[in-house]
């Protein structure tokens, strides 16, 4: 870790008036940026500690709705009365990731800003465009087990690791954030970006914008939902694969559907249009069958990870014959139900 | 071949120290220093309070979990100046005396460690896991114990020493009500 | 001299006596033991794995605030020049790593700084502004793509038997009936011990020494520092008194301990130099291993052949060697067997022993062909073990000293409930998931080495027992305590035991499984001797009750000598002190090979053995394999502590589930380096992976293997276990994965 300036802020004004100036980064929970701080992959010059913001609160929206604040934490976002009533989808999702320890620090803006788990993003003795622009990509020809098979770039191909981030792109929520240009929502599928040509951007975010709040609006999924996630080991690993499902059956025929794929891309994968082909069909193999063709267009493996587009098709089947039988994977039973 | 790293870090800010205070395990710290120095760090190279353990310094291992206004976190990935004002408590500040925490009696009676090194991070983490409450069943205790490693391998007999004392603190509340 | 049996006897589950200061975190490991103006090392390593060091940029490092020197090739203090004194008990032919001796960059993650500061911080702050230049030459550390030049090593390692054949075993394969042919592979693992190297050097006013290491040896690392820096002997001490894990990491010194003391030595100041998580990928690992098995049986099943050949991987400048194929060429009754062992040199740093090395990957993978035998024959695969079973040792001809294994199978069996097997695989379903069960044989050698051992006893009663061995969480505190309690009839709270410090009487490094069986011997040698002693002093006093009886008429108990025949005569071990005006009585013994009965290592073949079950399920969509059940019955001769025994054959049964399952170290070829150097991506099992393991350890007396019937346990746990969940997986699936780990990619 190569030492910084540190200020406290006292506002968020502060915070963001700070925040634009160059090398200067918000620190909150640290579980990510005090990591990439000791591999020297993150260099601030400037922290700027957040943590004495107002933004803990978890408060039901007037219109309907939850406001989850950036600086909540983890665990207290999972285990909230209202999100284990009504969002059950995003409890489990983030019971899923990292450790309880990890869960008890990390708050819910850092969450959605951590960084990829790629092995050279991490190692600062080899080529990484998102680490270094214009350095190369390690992980193509490289180790790439972990990584991306859509949406990847031929400058980048690593992956977004959260597993809250999923939900949240599932349920469809905002971004609230504020900077020196005043508020503005983000709509969760424009919040992260893929690579392309520039891959050291994870998100939209402009320079010394803050994540004040996730808002997640009022349709609640908590019957048919699932969170399944398919990893090295069973628990405290990050993710091959991991599908988000939340449906609402009437009738016997799917009236809503979202689904978000995990550990495949740089940023939460959806295809809203293929979700759209499913409404008012009947929740059954062949529709599941042709949805996770339909997610999965496109997929290019990149040698070692190539197991992931059938070990993906397979898991959309089962997240979606879970959501629709509303047994939703235990994030405690490590049986697959 | 991989090109050597050419990035630059901004002109480094050496002689920065910022005030804050802590209460470790019941006493009261105050601290003058850099800002970033980790909260683990602080404990073991400034108080000589080495029972929280270095296992990975990234989070990755639970060795250094402490308890924070009694929450488990890893102390390796917290500066310590961001805490200002929080209880903090150790593996040192778990015994009451010569007397053994229910947690570190039952930890030696199951042989829950070999090494020991994992152990108070564990242990800790043990505490902080009765703290919340979500822990009833050994499948919730393994998976709710999963961000400690222990490399020797002692995990099942840690489920049955934390299990034994989320029973008896069961009982006990049973019995207060 | 006998005693009776208490809490504390010898087979009593005693809790460990270092448990409260393990569980309190008073126990201090090596980087946790405080010095004054102590200089804290960052080490830089190597971002390339091949060439030289072109230059080092230090001045932005040395502007960081605090720092004190930046050691590197260019102005390091001298060491030795011969290869011999950098040479210490367990190092492979070779030349061994001398870290900062010149410019040459021979593996990924080579340290090559050494930077010394005031502060923890400051140290590695500077360390990741010292900006190095390199001159980059090709790497290789393909090692799949390396088979074909693999080579005999010209030099034998100390210890390592030759790869044993006998008769004609291609000529009895291609007679035989049956022939299955498997190769198998199995990644490279990392010891990851959750301690990280470090040591501390505490630098005396005098100018001596004191080195705490994590070490599982502290008299090796001690003379390996006598020799490398030119010290006098009385100069140096080095301790280990807590070991926070090391699988055989710390069996040779490392260059944490090599860094930390010549920065003391050119500082004259305390040290300490602690790896990062990142750089454990840097010193030692357990070998990628490569083994080609053929196997010919006749239409029962009874082995007619076996060939037996394995490569692994060791460093361009050593050639580690361990025995991998002669526990396939020696487990089972088979007249015909060949086996052969070459290497390949690649450029990373030298591998070493982890955790049964050798057995772990040759008896393993030679038990996955095993079972793929058992299904060619058509035979249950503990039938086919039961039909093949060595009465004698196939290699030597020789019997055992002992060896339960047809208990272990019988008892493991049993418990398991095997009889309840389908033959077919994919038999057993239950909802989206396959159940399997598969089993395996495990073998390791039952040692022992020569070992002194000092007691001493104080006049207030209490009794110091001290050896040089380590305690690296097997129990050697707790089983020292327990033998010296038994001997002298005297409480656990009146015993102190010292290890872990290279001043005392001489132990061998704790590995091997051989501690146990030689720290026991050695302790119960000085503590007999030491009862013995006590006897004279007591029968010497005016009015003795002991001077008409002989040493075999008493016993020790309470604290007391003890007429056996007339409870009423006794004396108590603090008068006789107190009477005899002694302030102390101390005694040092040897116990070394050759000791009461123990017969000649060449007459008797001696062995550990175990048999283990596993029932595994797994989803047969998404391949998530779930390890549910394990049963292990191991024989192991006497078993000191039920209690510490169990839980050594369960790290051993965990980490053997972490090789079927998790571990792997991901080479980069193209950079020659380990890519998944963290806890987050290098796995090994959390607690969620685990659920039961049910140890039995079956009866097996041994009057001739060691002193006390000990034969050891640290290994014999991993050994095989991969090989029964591989077999168990197939059983459940279908199919047969030949690459450990067993990841969910080579399921679907």
């Known amino acids: 870790m190569i030492p910084f300036s540190y200020i406290r802020a006292g506002s968020a004004d502060e915070a963001t008036a700070a925040g634009k100036e160059p090398a200067t980064w918000f620190l909150a929970g640290g579980t990510n940026l005090i990591d990439l701080m000791k591999e020297t992959v993150e260099r601030p010059a400037r922290l700027v500690d957040i943590n004495q913001l107002p933004l803990d609160q978890i408060e039901t929206l007037p219109g309907g709705g939850l406001r989850l604040g950036a600086l909540a934490r ?65 992980a193509i020809n490289g180790v790439n087990r972990i990584h991306a098979i859509l949406g990847a770039s031929d400058q980048c191909i690593a992956t977004h690791p959260s597993d809250m981030c999923i939900a949240l792109a599932a349920l469809d929520a905002t971004v609230q954030v504020t900077g020196p240009a005043g508020q503005r929502s983000i709509p969760f599928a424009d919040y992260h970006r893929l690579p392309g040509d520039n891959p050291s951007k994870d998100n939209t975010l402009q320079p010394g914008e803050l994540v004040t709040a996730i808002d997640l609006p009022d349709g609640k999924f908590t019957k048919n939902y699932t969170y399944l996630k398919l990893r090295d080991r069973l628990s405290y690993a990050f993710a091959l694969v991991s599908v988000a499902v939340a449906m609402k059956l009437e009738g016997g025929a799917i009236s809503d559907l979202r689904v978000a794929l995990g550990g495949v891309a740089h940023k939460p994968w959806r295809r809203p249009e293929a979700e759209r082909q499913l409404l008012g069909r009947a929740p059954d193999d062949a529709a599941f069958s042709e949805f996770a063709d339909a997610l999965l267009d496109g997929a290019v493996g990149q040698g070692e990870n190539d197991f992931k587009i059938p070990l993906a098709r397979k898991a959309i089947q089962r997240a979606l014959r879970q959501a629709a039988a509303g047994t939703p994977q235990s994030q405690v039973d490590k049986r697959i139900a | 071949m991989p090109p050597q790293a050419t990035l630059q870090p901004a002109a480094p800010a050496f002689d920065v120290k910022v005030d804050f205070s802590l209460t470790i395990n019941g006493r009261k710290h105050s601290f003058s220093v850099e800002p970033w120095v980790t909260l683990l760090d602080l404990l073991r190279e400034r108080l000589d309070l080495t029972g929280s353990k270095k296992g990975c310094d990234h989070g990755q291992c639970g060795a250094c979990t402490v308890l924070v206004d009694g929450k488990r976190i890893n102390s390796c990935l917290k500066l310590a100046v961001t805490l200002d004002g929080s209880e903090i408590t150790t593996i040192e500040g778990l015994a009451d005396g010569d007397r053994l925490h229910p947690l570190q009696q039952a930890f030696v009676e199951h042989d829950a460690f070999q090494c020991g090194y994992c152990t108070p991070g564990q242990i800790c983490s043990a505490q902080g896991l009765i703290n919340e409450g979500r822990a009833r069943t050994a499948a919730e205790i393994r998976e709710l114990m999963s961000g400690n490693l222990c490399r020797c391998g002692a995990y099942t007999n840690i489920v049955d020493a934390v299990e034994e004392v989320v029973r008896q603190g069961a009982l006990h509340k049973e019995a207060a009500e | 001299m006998s005693t009776s049996t208490t809490a504390s006897s010898i087979g009593q589950p005693l809790s460990r006596i270092d448990g409260p200061a393990k569980v309190t975190g008073r126990a201090k490991y090596a980087a946790e033991h405080a010095a004054d103006g102590l200089a804290y090392g960052w080490v830089v390593s190597s971002a390339i794995a091949k060439g030289k060091v072109k230059a080092i940029h230090e001045e932005a490092a040395r502007a960081v605030p605090g720092v004190i020197e930046i050691l590197t090739h260019k102005n390091r203090p001298h060491v030795a020049w011969f290869d011999r004194s950098y040479r210490d008990q367990v190092a492979p032919p070779g030349e061994p790593f001398r870290a900062l001796y010149d410019d ?81 592979a199995s990644a490279a693992h990392h010891h990851n011990p959750m301690e990280m190297h470090a040591t501390t050097v505490i630098y005396g006013s005098d100018g001596a020494l004191t080195v705490y290491d994590k070490t599982q040896g502290s008299q090796n690392v001690k003379s390996y520092l006598v020799g490398v820096f030119g010290l006098a002997n009385d100069k140096v001490t080095v301790r280990n008194p807590y070991v926070g894990g090391a699988f055989g990491s710390g069996l040779r010194p490392h260059y944490q301990v090599y860094l930390a003391t010549m920065a003391a030595l050119y500082l004259k100041r305390s040290a300490r130099v602690t790896l990062t998580r990142q750089q454990m990928v840097s010193h030692v690992r357990r070998p990628e291993t490569f083994q080609s098995m053929a196997l010919g049986a006749s239409e029962a099943g009874g082995l007619q052949s076996i060939i037996n050949s394995a490569v692994t991987a060791t460093s361009t400048f050593e050639d580690y060697q361990e025995n991998v194929v002669n526990w396939g060429v020696g487990a089972y009754r088979c007249a015909d067997a060949a086996a052969d062992y070459k290497l390949v040199a690649l450029d990373t740093p030298t591998p070493g022993d982890m955790r049964a090395p050798g057995a772990a990957t040759g008896m393993t993978l030679f038990e996955c062909a095993m079972d793929e035998l058992s299904y060619a024959v058509g035979v249950d695969p503990l039938q086919l073990r039961l039909l093949n079973y060595a009465e004698v040792d196939p290699i030597s001809g020789n019997p055992f000293t002992s060896k339960a294994l047809r208990e272990a199978y019988d008892i493991g069996a049993e418990r398991f409930g095997w009889g309840k097997r389908p033959s077919e695989p994919r038999a057993m379903r239950d909802g989206n998931e396959l159940t399997g069960w598969g089993m395996a044989t495990g073998m390791w050698d039952a040692t022992f080495q020569k070992t002194s051992a ?68 050695a302790v119960q040698l000085a503590c007999q001797s030491l009862g013995t002693r006590l006897f004279e002093a007591a029968q010497d006093l005016d009015g003795s009750p002991f001077k008409d009886i002989k040493f075999e008429a008493v016993s020790f108990n309470d604290g007391r000598i003890i007429a056996k025949d007339d409870p009423s005569r006794f004396l108590s071990i603090t008068d006789i002190m107190k009477r005899a005006d002694l302030p102390s009585l101390e005694v040092v013994e040897t116990a070394g090979p050759g000791l009461s009965g123990m017969v000649s290592q060449v007459k008797k073949a001696r062995a550990t053995h175990s048999a283990i079950f596993a029932e595994v399920k797994v989803d047969d969509e998404l391949g998530v394999v779930r390890v549910t059940r394990i049963v292990v019955a191991v024989a192991a001769g006497r078993i000191l502590n039920p209690k510490t025994a169990r839980s050594q054959i369960m790290g051993g049964v965990v980490m053997g589930m972490g090789m079927a399952l998790h571990e792997e170290s991901m080479m980069d070829t193209r950079f020659g380096r380990p890519m998944n150097h963290n806890f987050a991506e290098y796995h090994i099992p959390v607690n969620a992976d685990i659920h039961g393991i049910d140890v039995i350890f079956v009866e097996e007396e041994d009057k001739e293997v060691s002193p006390l019937g000990v034969k050891g346990l640290g290994e014999i746990g991993i050994v095989g276990t991969a090989a029964a969940i591989a077999s168990a997986v197939f059983h459940a699936t279908g199919t047969r994965v030949r690459k450990f780990p067993i990841t969910l990619d080579k399921l679907i």
């Open chain 3, 104 to 184: 040459e960059i021979k593996f990924s993650f080579q340290p090559l700084a050494l930077v010394l500061a005031k502060t923890l911080e400051a140290a590695r702050a500077a360390a990741a502004l010292l900006r190095i230049d390199y001159i980059q030459e090709e790497p290789n550390t393909d090692f799949e793509n390396s088979l074909e030049k693999a080579y005999v090593p010209p030099k034998k390692r100390s210890g390592i038997p030759a790869p044993a054949s006998r008769g004609d075993a291609q000529k009895a394969l291609d007679e035989a009936h049956l022939k299955v042919t498997a190769d198998y």
């Open chain 3, 454 to 521: 000092r007691a001493r006893i104080s006049a207030n009663g209490g009794l110091e027992v001290a050896t040089a061995a380590s305690d690296i969480g097997t129990g050697t505190y707790t089983i020292i305590a327990q033998v010296a309690s038994e001997t002298l009839g005297l409480p656990t709270a009146n015993i102190d035991v010292k290890i872990g410090d290279s001043d005392l009487p001489a132990s061998p490094i704790e590995g091997g499984s051989w501690m146990a069986a030689s720290s026991s011997a």
């Open chain 1, 74 to 138: 983890n665990a207290d976002t999972a285990y909230h009365p209202t999100v284990e009533a009504d969002y059950p989808l995003l409890a489990s999702a983030i019971l899923a990731g990292a450790s309880p320890q990890l869960r008890n620090a990390a708050t819910n803006g850092g969450n959605i800003n951590q960084r990829t788990r790629c092995y050279y993003f991490y190692d600062v003795a080899t080529p990484c465009n998102k680490r270094e622009p214009g350095s190369g990509c390690g």
